[in-house]
């Protein structure tokens, strides 16, 4: 008891930065009660939520490292490396906007506000706003995968702020495409050709072989990314 404010502490096994697991007593305010008694129940709610969590001591990894030590390196061996490297660039850039807590005690309410923070701070649209909603979902969806949460996924209903809508892609008429194909050498004619008439994507027509054009047709078997 600290003057009339009842303090609960207990003791748990936290990891640390290194992965190892020490001991710990941390310390949680309780708030004013008129008597011991009052505040031994509420102490006693509080243990069973502290308890619960504490059934696995990895719910005390902090997000980021979590994120950084545990998410990137299951996505690196299932995702192609085009993907993880989005992820990760999605991951600096907005980083310094999420709260530092541990993992069982990110709430619906720190997915909110951290979105509002990055919608204040960058003006970014709408779309972006879904994809950085869409990756920490899926952050805390591997958490639950593996044990280290049972609680549900806070990111689920966070709602995103009144953003903007991004801006429209510019499409090229079929007399400018001609236009291109007429001024450009051969080569690039090609490209441009390829790009503007079949869809692929940058990667995947950096990555096409002639072995790739068989019967008249044009197969794509693979994407190239980085060079």
Same mark, same amino acid.
């Given at each position: 008891?600290?003057?009339?404010?009842?303090?609960?502490?207990?003791?748990?096994?936290?990891?640390?930065?290194?992965?190892?697991?020490?001991?710990?007593?941390?310390?949680?305010?309780?708030?004013?009660?008129?008597?011991?008694?009052e505040a031994r129940a509420?102490?006693?709610?509080?243990?069973?939520?502290?308890?619960?969590?504490?059934?696995?001591?990895?719910?005390?990894?902090?997000?980021?490292?979590?994120?950084?030590?545990?998410?990137?390196?299951?996505?690196?061996?299932?995702?192609?490396?085009?993907?993880?490297?989005?992820?990760?660039?999605?991951?600096?850039?907005?980083?310094?906007?999420?709260?530092?807590?541990?993992?069982?005690?990110?709430?619906?309410?720190?997915?909110?506000?951290?979105?509002?923070?990055?919608?204040?701070?960058?003006?970014?649209?709408?779309?972006? /706003?879904?994809?950085?909603?869409?990756?920490?979902? $899926? @952050?805390?969806?591997? &958490?639950?995968? #593996? *044990?280290?949460?049972?609680?549900?996924?806070?990111?689920?209903?966070?709602?995103?702020?009144?953003?903007?809508?991004?801006?429209?892609?510019?499409?090229?008429?079929?007399?400018?495409?001609?236009?291109? /194909?007429?001024?450009?050498?051969?080569?690039?004619? $090609? @490209?441009?050709?390829? &790009?503007?008439? #079949? *869809?692929?994507?940058?990667?995947?027509?950096?990555?096409?072989?002639?072995?790739?054009?068989?019967?008249?047709?044009?197969?794509?078997?693979?994407?190239?990314w980085r060079g």
């Amino acid at each position: 008891k600290k003057g009339r404010v009842y303090m609960l502490r207990w003791r748990e096994e936290k990891r640390q930065p290194d992965g190892e697991l020490k001991v710990v007593q941390p310390s949680k305010s309780l708030g004013y009660f008129r008597t011991k008694s009052e505040a031994r129940a509420a102490a006693d709610v509080e243990m069973r939520k502290i308890n619960a969590a504490l059934q696995n001591p990895e719910s005390t990894t902090h997000l980021a490292d979590f994120i950084e030590h545990h998410y990137f390196p299951h996505i690196e061996k299932r995702l192609r490396p085009s993907t993880v490297h989005g992820y990760k660039r999605l991951w600096q850039d907005y980083k310094h906007f999420w709260p530092s807590l541990e993992l069982r005690e990110f709430r619906t309410l720190h997915g909110n506000q951290a979105l509002e923070r990055i919608h204040e701070a960058r003006d970014v649209s709408k779309s972006t /706003l879904k994809n950085i909603k869409s990756f920490m979902s $899926a @952050v805390f969806k591997h &958490a639950r995968r #593996t *044990g280290i949460l049972d609680s549900p996924n806070p990111m689920v209903d966070v709602s995103l702020p009144a953003a903007r809508e991004g801006a429209d892609t510019y499409a090229y008429s079929l007399e400018e495409v001609t236009g291109m /194909l007429m001024r450009l050498p051969l080569r690039s004619a $090609a @490209v441009v050709a390829i &790009a503007a008439f #079949t *869809g692929l994507r940058k990667g995947e027509i950096g990555a096409l072989r002639w072995e790739n054009y068989r019967e008249d047709l044009l197969y794509v078997e693979k994407s190239k990314w980085r060079g």
